[in-house]
C-alpha cells in the first residue's frame, strides 16, 4: 500500500519506550501516519511507510559518519521545466561553434530520448541503445572542434537550473561532514561549470563522477577519458573516477575524503529520476538505502513503477525541500 503526504517533516523520538532502536521506529511510524493525506495534488509519495521508518531509524542510529549521498544530476538535481520550458540536460545545453554539429545532436535526441524511457524495451537492448547514442554525440563534439571556452558560453546561455533546496541540501550536507557523488551520464566538465555559475560557490564534499573531456594544449577536445558512462550503467563501480569539484575550480589542494573512506560509508541516501539510477549504488556493499524518485512527467503511466522502486517518489518536478527534511531527520540527537 502507497501513501500520499503533503509533506515530510522532521521525526521525534518517544520518551516511554526503553530502548532508542525502539523508540526511533516506532516514532517513525507515527509521524508517517500522521503525515498521510488523501491529496491528489500531494507531491510525495511513500511506499512503504513502515519500511522507510524502520530505515530512518538505523541510519540515524548510526549516524552520519556512516552515510553518504549519490544523486544523478539531470532532471534530479536540476530542474525539469524552467522558465516554461523543458530543462537542459548538461549534453543538451552544449553550443558548438558550428550550428551544423548542434542539429546533429539534437536529431540523435528526438530519436534517443523516447526510447531512454520507454517501459516497454528491456534493460539489455536499452543499454545497447544508450551506449551507441553517447558514441555517437561524443564523436561530434570532436568532430565539431568543442572548446574550453564553449563550455562557459553553453552554461551561460544555457536553458537550466538547480531546484529550489538544492543549494541548502549541499551546505547540510558539508556541516555534517556527509559526503555528496554526483552520478551522471552527462559531461563532469559542464556540470563543474553549471555548479560554479549557479550557485556560486563550490561544496568541500561534492564529488563527480560522469564522463570527462581531454583537451589538446589549444583547449580544442581531443578525447574523453575512461569508461564511457551512460543513462544504464552509473553506479559505485566507477568511484575511481570520482574527483572532487573544489579541486578542479581551485578551491583546495587536497581531496577532502578518499575514495577507500567513502566506500566504508555503507549507509547510501541515493537521488534519482530514472529507474535505472537505482544501479548507481551497485558495487557498494551498503547497510541501509533510502532511494528518492523525481517523476518529473509521464506520471499516469509511470507512477506504479516508480512507486514500486523508490521508497519515496517526488512528483510534479518538486523542490528539493522534502530531501532537506528527510536529511535532517536522519541526522537528529533526538533520544
Known amino acids: 500500500m502507497s501513501y500520499r503526504v503533503n509533506g515530510f517533516t522532521g521525526i521525534t523520538l518517544f520518551s516511554t519506550c526503553r530502548k532508542p532502536q525502539f523508540r526511533r521506529y516506532f516514532s517513525c511510524c507515527k509521524q508517517l501516519e500522521m503525515e498521510e493525506r488523501a491529496n491528489s495534488d500531494s507531491e510525495l509519495i511513500i511506499g512503504d511507510r513502515d519500511s ?26 536540476t530542474k525539469f521545466w524552467v522558465n516554461g520550458t523543458r530543462g537542459q540536460s548538461s549534453h543538451g545545453l552544449v553550443q558548438q561553434d558550428n550550428p551544423e554539429y548542434d542539429a546533429k545532436r539534437q536529431e540523435l535526441y528526438d ?9 516497454d524495451i528491456g534493460l539489455e537492448e536499452k543499454t545497447k541503445l544508450m551506449e551507441e547514442w553517447w558514441g555517437k554525440v561524443h564523436a561530434l563534439l570532436i ?38 557523488l554526483i552520478f551522471s551520464a552527462g559531461l563532469g566538465d559542464i556540470i563543474e561549470e553549471v555548479l560554479r555559475q ?18 589538446n594544449d589549444g583547449g580544442r577536445l581531443v578525447s574523453f577519458k575512461g569508461k564511457l558512462i551512460h543513462s544504464q550503467n552509473k553506479n559505485e563501480h566507477a568511484l575511481d573516477m570520482a574527483t572532487p569539484v573544489h579541486i ?19 549507509n547510501v541516501l541515493l537521488l534519482g529520476d530514472h529507474i535505472g539510477d537505482l544501479g548507481m549504488s551497485d558495487g557498494l556493499n551498503y547497510d541501509t538505502r533510502i532511494s528518492v524518485g523525481f517523476l518529473n512527467h509521464n506520471i499516469e503511466n509511470s507512477l506504479s513503477y516508480y512507486r514500486g522502486s523508490f521508497d519515496v517518489v517526488l512528483l510534479n518536478d518538486a523542490p528539493m525541500t522534502e530531501v532537506v527534511k528527510l536529511v535532517s531527520s536522519m541526522c537528529s540527537k533526538e533520544e
Open 198 to 215: 549557479k550557485l556560486h560557490r563550490t561544496f568541500t564534499n561534492v564529488r563527480i563522477v560522469s564522463n570527462r573531456m581531454v583537451f
Open 111 to 119: 530519436y534517443y530520448h523516447p526510447l531512454e524511457f520507454s517501459p
Open 143 to 180: 568532430e565539431g572542434g568543442f572548446t574550453k571556452e564553449s563550455i562557459i558560453q553553453s552554461v551561460a546561455n544555457g536553458n537550466i537550473a538547480f531546484r529550489e533546496g538544492v543549494f541548502e541540501l549541499f551546505e547540510l550536507l558539508e556541516e555534517k561532514g556527509i559526503p555528496v
Open 52 to 77: 522507510l521508518a524502520n530505515k530512518i531509524a538505523s541510519i540515524r542510529s548510526a549516524g552520519p559518519q556512516k552515510l553518504q549521498v549519490i544523486a544523478d544530476f539531470d532532471a534530479t538535481l
Open 248 to 266: 578542479h575550480l581551485g578551491d583546495g589542494d587536497d581531496p577532502n575524503e578518499d575514495n577507500a573512506s567513502i566506500k566504508k560509508r555503507t
